[in-house]
């Protein structure tokens, strides 16, 4: 007999378990199916979420402890004029200043799997059922509705709604005709290398901040073809990523050009010749793993494909599946987070309205459309227009669209829709206030003692080193949706060489454990999280925290301090509650001024940019400063 559920969700990444948690949530029964033995398992290794994701994502992300690899408080860029003389630009006005930063952070580092893990099991809590090692082939349809899925082994699991969270290119949509297949232009395939580095030599040498390197086509540092290349570093807790990524635009004449070819020969060069990673990171790193996957990144920049659905009767589509991935940062979690919950709403009205036809899901689609941040991150263009600045060696464009894509010109476009998504969410929900403020304290005290609530099978260091133990990718294997391939044709063909079997994989260069699994004898910080109660002074006195030594002289007491603030946001709690009202109604009446917001922020931006070197020179003196915050925080566990 046919199984029956409210809502079956496909795919549990970033977006499925979010909307899947809110359908069960209201009551709905739920089913989320994935194809990965384990959640997040197909998502690439690792990434950076940016901060907004976070503020204005699920709140049961925000309010709690996901496993988290380190803060993120900016981006240093490398503007590569000549390597061979050492001619190099850095703009690094992206960073928050200490003692701001790492408390308050841009974004957080994060292994997609034991995130994806964890996101899983609170939607299991909240009542869903989760199955994995399921693939979906096909969307199952009764008349011209959607009305289920089909499984591999050929069963129909039936849904008065199905929520599409397969991911980037979306093979079960396209096979039901409601999407059509990309073009290879907007395809960017990313060729992955994962490090084990000591965690005192991450901290010391590449901080909190991620490395981008940016350079003229000539030198075969950053890829050379398409649109839109990048090459970035990121820092995790014990780890480093290395990761270039290119579009599939086709050659002249239609042939695919040998990708695997020359990411080999640039990534050689840049661990040669780039003087920080050859001299800093070559000789302590140890490559562990290589991968690759595909994602699609300039769907919104295309006019007919930006208008493709993302519904159909009885079906919602989100996140990367939906086409949502940012077009400038390649942040797609966001996005599907964001449309998760929107999705999950749209559905959850829809079903107990007893009518789940187009007409009623396309609220959906007109909700993500109107999404400020959603409709931001999908048409920045700094990423698409660099490719010119690099063909044709103009610096000064290079510059602008490198400072204004991850320099701290990136305000004067994600000013407005960063206010107008902060102040429809204080209409919806005041106290959201109070939750922002409490979240990067938390997430801080989170990344120090690695203290993320635990994950289903109560072994969360296993997770990291696991992440490498993936078999390798074999043909076909990648492949979803009943065998249809996903532009195989073009990615194989792009990584004609050794080791490439798919459009994603997994190379595994070592077995052993990552040191981090391993407690040192004597790792202060080790012995905390285990016996989770400490002296936060020998805490303090004994460890290197991350990147900046403290100093011991000073015994302060955080204690009181702490108290105060404790009371402090309590009372602000109070506050916050008693003028809900207000406040919401403030936000609302202040909507119009938040399209202001970029106009003012490209007027201030060289004030800003004066104040913020000034500050940037004064951090050193600051230093005691940022070691009592950090005391305090310690201290509060
Ligand atoms: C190399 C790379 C780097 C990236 N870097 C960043 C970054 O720094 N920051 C950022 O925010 N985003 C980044 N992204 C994008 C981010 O990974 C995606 O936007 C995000 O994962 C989208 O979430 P999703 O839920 O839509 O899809 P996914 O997270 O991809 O989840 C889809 C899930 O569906 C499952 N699935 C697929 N087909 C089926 C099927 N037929 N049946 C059952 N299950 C199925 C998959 O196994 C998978 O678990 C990056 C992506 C790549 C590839």
Redesign the pocket.
């Known amino acids: 007999m046919d199984e029956s559920y409210d809502v079956v969700v ?7 378990p979010v909307a899947a948690r809110k359908c069960a949530l209201a009551g709905l029964k739920t089913l989320l ?4 033995a384990r ?6 290794s690792g ?4 901060f907004y ?1 976070f503020l204005f994502g699920p709140d049961f992300i925000r309010d709690g402890n996901p496993p988290i690899e380190r803060p993120v408080d900016g981006i240093v860029n490398y503007i590569v004029k000549d390597i061979e003389r050492g001619d190099i630009e850095v703009d690094d006005s992206l960073r928050i200043p200490r003692p701001l930063s790492p408390v308050l952070a841009f974004g957080y580092n994060a292994y ?1 799997r034991p995130f ?1 893990q964890w996101e899983a099991d609170r939607a299991v809590e909240a009542g869903v059922e989760l199955r994995t090692s ?4 096909e969307l199952y349809r009764e008349d011209s509705r959607v009305a289920g899925v089909i499984t591999e082994d050929g069963k129909v699991i039936k849904a008065r709604a199905v929520i599409d ?4 290119q979306a ?2 949509a396209v096979k039901a005709g409601v999407r059509k297949k990309y073009p290879p232009d907007v395809i960017s395939l ?1 060729d ?1 290398y994962d490090y084990r580095m000591d965690k005192d030599r991450v901290d010391r040498i590449l901080g909190f901040s991620n490395r981008f390197v940016w350079a003229w086509d000539e030198q075969r540092l950053a890829p050379p073809l398409g649109f839109g290349n990048g090459l970035m570093v ?1 820092p995790y807790r014990e780890s480093i990523h290395f ?1 270039q ?1 290119q579009c599939l635009k086709m050659e002249r004449g239609g042939k695919a050009p040998n990708l695997a070819r020359l990411f080999r020969e640039y990534h050689r060069n840049i661990t040669s010749k780039l003087p920080w990673w050859r001299d800093e990171i070559a000789p302590h790193a140890e490559l562990r793993a290589h991968m690759w ?3 699609e990144i300039y769907v919104g920049l295309d006019g007919e494909l930006r208008k493709m659905p993302m519904c159909a009767n009885g079906l919602l589509i ?4 939906a086409g ?3 077009t400038e ?8 987070w964001f449309s ?1 919950e929107l999705a999950a709403e749209t559905a959850i009205e829809a079903i107990f309205g007893g009518d789940v036809s187009e007409r009623k899901l396309r609220k959906y689609q007109m909700r993500v459309e109107s999404h400020p941040l959603i409709r931001w991150s999908i048409s920045g263009t700094n990423r698409y227009d660099l490719r010119y600045a690099q063909k044709s060696h103009d610096i000064r464009l290079l510059r602008k669209c490198v400072h204004n894509g991850w320099g701290v010109g990136a305000f004067t476009h994600a000013s407005t829709p960063l206010l107008l998504t902060a102040l429809r969410a204080i209409q919806e929900n005041p106290m959201v206030i109070t939750s922002w403020l409490r979240m990067f304290p938390r997430y801080f005290r989170n990344w120090l003692f690695e203290s993320f609530d635990p994950l289903s099978d109560d072994r969360p260091e296993v997770f990291r080193c696991d992440a490498y133990k993936a078999p390798k990718s074999t043909p076909g294997e990648s492949t ?2 009943g065998g249809v391939p996903e532009h195989s044709s073009v990615v194989t063909e792009a990584l004609a060489g050794p080791g490439t079997g798919g459009s994603a994989g997994v190379e595994t260069l070592g077995t052993e454990e990552p040191s981090s699994v391993v407690a040192t004898p004597g790792d202060p910080l080790k012995e905390a999280r285990e016996s989770r109660s400490f002296s936060s002074n020998e805490v303090i006195n004994d460890a290197p925290l991350r990147g900046w030594e403290t100093q011991t002289g000073s015994q302060i007491s955080g204690g009181t301090l702490l108290r105060m603030a404790q009371k402090g946001l309590a009372c602000l709690d109070g506050l916050v509650f008693m003028l809900g009202p207000a406040l919401s109604g403030t936000a609302k009446l202040m909507e119009p001024l938040a399209r202001l917001a970029n106009p003012v922020a490209t007027a201030a931006l060289p004030v800003v940019e004066v104040i913020l070197k000034g500050w940037r020179r004064m951090e050193p003196l600051l230093e005691p400063i940022t070691e009592r915050i950090t005391r305090l925080l310690v201290e509060s566990r």
């Open positions: 496909i795919g549990a990444g970033f977006g499925g199916l994935e194809r990965s959640p997040g398992e197909k998502v690439i990434l950076t979420i940016p994701g997609c994806c399921v693939t979906v082939t969270a397969e991911g980037s093979l079960l990313a992955v990121w990761m990524d996957d595909s994602f989100i996140g990367d599946a949502l991935e940012s940062l390649c942040d797609g979690v966001p996005a599907a998760a979803a949706a």
